[in-house]
């Protein structure tokens, strides 16, 4: 009887049946995670793609945008990511850019100079900052502000650019539970960001658009199906 289970035909059908395990699972995961998906959409009045692991529209009142992408410069260290976008509705200027990256997500030899400083040492310690304007300075130093953007070093890559807050983490989150969990904070800190800005002039914070085409980081090439 062992001989049977150990001769290639034996093998052959292990593997098929290891094989068709690991689709069923795979398929089932696939269905929790747009079921999860499809809640979180329907809890806050967001839009869903229909072929894509993507949702976005108003969220409590600020733009935003979630979707899932590919990472990774080789077929064996790629991966599938989620990020997170949110409007900061004009609170920082456009050609700001702060960057926090998790060391072991670098791309290895990659530079990473540091031209400008925020003043704060835990701060300039995480992030890198580019096109700091004067008045962007005293908004990130904000104790609320500050406090909220450490709190998110946990984080594959986390960056203020073009207007936009988006944070980025490993897999997909397949229970509305955890999506809900991903947004708070980054929503948080947006907030945060809003209030702790001066007020903006009538023009702007009425007639000024509120990035809603805006592409997502040009590492991330598009949406996965889900």
Avoid: C
Avoid at 18 to 33: I, M, S, V, W, Y
Avoid at 34 to 45: D, L, N, S, T, V
Avoid at 95 to 117: M, Y
Wanted: aromatic share 4%; glycine share 8%; proline share 7%.
């Amino acid at each position: 009887m062992l001989s049977g289970v150990f001769s290639p035909l034996g093998i052959l059908a292990s593997l098929l049946v290891l094989g068709a395990l690991a689709l069923a699972t795979l398929f089932q995961l696939k269905r929790r995670q747009r079921a999860a998906w499809e809640a979180f959409a329907k809890a806050h009045g967001l839009s869903i793609a229909d072929r894509r692991m993507e949702v976005q529209g108003r969220y409590q009142g600020r733009t935003l945008l979630l979707a899932t992408g590919k990472r990774g410069a080789s077929s064996k260290k790629r991966h599938t990511v989620t990020v997170l976008r949110l409007d900061l509705e004009g609170a920082l200027p456009a050609d700001l850019l702060l960057e926090h990256e998790r060391p072991e997500d670098k791309i290895p030899g990659a530079a990473t100079p540091r031209e400008e400083v925020l003043g704060d040492a835990e701060l300039d310690a995480a992030f890198q900052v580019e096109g700091l304007a004067p008045e962007a300075r005293p908004i990130i130093l904000d104790p609320g502000v500050r406090q909220r953007l450490l709190g998110l070093k946990g984080h594959r890559r986390v960056s203020i650019k073009g207007g936009w807050l988006q944070v980025e983490q490993r897999g997909v989150p397949a229970s509305a539970a955890a999506l809900e969990a991903l947004v708070r904070a980054p929503h948080d800190l947006a907030r945060a960001v809003t209030e702790a800005a001066p007020a903006l002039p009538a023009s702007n914070a009425v007639g000024a658009p509120l990035h809603a085409e805006a592409p997502l980081d040009e590492e991330l090439p598009g949406s996965e199906h889900a």
